[in-house]
């Protein structure tokens, strides 16, 4: 059984950072793409950055500058490094990951960490 995991979300105050991470389990798997996704209550589920297995990234504009997205294909890990965070930035945060296991690919969400930007 493949899952993905997150961890890293917490409350911090406008300005300061946090690193979130995503560990895949599951036997005999390969990363092919990974990404990261943010939901604000209310709003829908939206692209933060993405890395593909050729690791150019892609970043939405609220983003760029601010936040890093990484990967570890050894460790099986992605890492969202965000700085400079601000209030609006507050949203539960989702790994999401093309994962190849055998001849097959599926898509996998991870269950979502809470990120909480006080001004």
């Known amino acids: 059984q493949v899952q993905l995991v997150e961890s890293g979300g917490g409350s911090v105050q406008s300005g300061g950072s946090l690193r979130l991470s995503c560990t895949a389990s599951?036997?005999?798997?390969?990363?092919?793409?990974v990404a990261w996704y943010r939901q604000a209550p209310g709003e829908e589920r939206k692209l933060v950055a993405k890395?593909?297995?050729?690791?150019?990234?892609t970043y939405a504009d609220f983003a760029k500058g601010r936040f890093t997205i990484s990967r570890d294909n050894a460790k099986k890990t992605t890492n969202l490094q965000m700085n400079s965070l601000k209030p609006e930035d507050t949203a539960v945060y989702y790994c999401?990951?093309?994962?190849?296991?055998?001849?097959?690919?599926?898509?996998?969400w991870g269950q979502g960490t809470q990120v909480t930007v006080s001004s």
């Open positions: 999401n990951a093309l994962i190849q296991r055998g001849i097959g690919v599926s898509d996998y």
């Open positions: 599951g036997s005999q798997i390969a990363i092919v793409d």
């Open positions: 890395i593909p297995f050729s690791g150019s990234t």
